[in-house]
């Protein structure tokens, strides 16, 4: 968790984290729609179609639910890119897949960003976990890459961190206020600046 122990004993019976993952599913719903602050622990329950008093099983309160949901999105969306990205050719091949991977599912999922970001006033150091995991796993993807020979060397935290950024502002422009447009030929130009750069 971010700095503190895990809230409460993950669940022991399948049955019992199909519940939870409901909970989390619902929460992230709510939060997405209505935001963090006119989200309550009661509309979080009747979205998930359980009783309130099953949510204190598993959290203590909705800022807990909303710690564990960050992260539990952080997980879930590296596993998907990882899933996605299998297979490529090369680095440069990998950056292809993932981003328009990471596009599809920003427009699959649109809760995504807006639970993310509110994370960082109610808990902040969930909210960096959330994106130093990423840059953790992006980092080491990058120098085994380097290792391979299939790009330059460089900064890999730096690199991490401004390929996320890309990332994320072009799921901000092409997932959420505009989830029409064609993502190859997005993606081509950003890969375009990946690979070559801005310089002649």
Do not use: C
Not at 79 to 100: N, P, S, V
Not at 112 to 121: A, G, K, L
Not at 139 to 167: C, D, K, P, Q, T
């Amino acid at each position: 968790m971010s700095g503190r122990k895990r809230l409460l004993p993950l669940p022991k019976t399948g049955r019992g984290e199909i519940t939870r993952r409901k909970l989390l599913d619902a929460a992230r719903r709510e939060i997405g729609r209505r935001g963090f602050a006119d989200t309550s622990v009661s509309s979080i329950t009747a979205e998930a179609g359980v009783g309130q008093g099953t949510f204190y099983i598993y959290f203590r309160s909705k800022e807990d639910v909303l710690r564990e949901l960050v992260l539990h999105m952080g997980r879930t969306l590296r596993r998907h890119l990882t899933e996605r990205t299998a297979g490529a050719r090369d680095r440069i091949d990998a950056e292809r897949r993932g981003l328009k991977a990471f596009l599809e599912f920003i427009r699959r999922n649109p809760d995504h960003y807006r639970v993310v970001e509110v994370s960082q006033f109610v808990d902040v150091r969930a909210y960096r976990k959330y994106y130093t995991d990423f840059a953790r796993a992006y980092r080491g993807a990058l120098a085994r890459a380097e290792r391979r020979g299939e790009i330059r060397h460089g900064n890999g935290e730096v690199r991490a961190w401004s390929l996320m950024g890309l990332a994320v502002y072009l799921g901000q422009r092409y997932a959420l206020m505009d989830n029409k447009a064609p993502l190859d030929p997005i993606v081509d130009a950003a890969m375009d600046m990946i690979a070559h750069g801005l310089a002649r």
